[in-house]
């Protein structure tokens, strides 16, 4: 299994990066939480990462910490989470506010997620709330700063993602960072 790639980020996306390890370019899906905390292309970056192997293919997808990936591989144990929607939980919410919302029993929070219904949310609590102990340390990038820094990997100036991450931050207070960048980019786009 690949667990951890290190090399030159070669590209950024929305939803992936290419990352050059010795001369091979793996494609790696990643969170928007994740993507914000990656250097600019061209600089070295490292990723824990899960494969996943299906019969017509395999894809990695990556993380910035041991933590994200844990949450990754317990919010994919509970049935009717696969690896997508799994990737839209950890784009919306932080592994500690996940681990929050499981542990609360906060069914509203959890149905604010794109992709999850009341019962999926209830079904994560049930069998996750005792198993998010393992998942407590905050990210150091948060609000505001992830979304200026995803703006800022899609390639805006600094002074201009700042204004647009304070400007869809104070818009849309208490959002996940996934509905913040996507107000941010409607904002630029203005």
Known sequence: MISQLRGMLLEKGVDHVL????????????SLNTLATLPPVGQNAQLHTHLIVREDAMSLVGFASLEERTSF?????????????????LSTLETHDLAAAVRDRDHARL????????????RMVLELRDKFGVVSAPRKVGGSQAVS?????????????????DEA??????????DLVKAALRILAE
């Not at 591989?73 to 939980?89: F, N, R």
């Not at 149905?111 to 209830?122: D, L, N, S, V």
């Not at 931050?169 to 996934?178: E, K, L, P």
């Open 19 to 30: 990352i050059d390890v010795g001369g091979v370019g793996y494609r790696v899906a990643v």
């Open 73 to 89: 591989d317990l919010v994919t144990s509970v049935q009717g989470i696969g690896p997508k929607l799994a990737m839209s939980i």
């Open 169 to 178: 931050a104070r818009a849309h207070a208490g959002a996940g960072v996934a």
């Open 111 to 122: 149905t604010k997620i794109p992709g999850i219904g009341k019962k999926t949310a209830e």
């Open 149 to 165: 820094s995803a703006l800022i990997n899609l390639g805006y100036r600094p002074a201009e993602a700042e204004r647009a991450a």
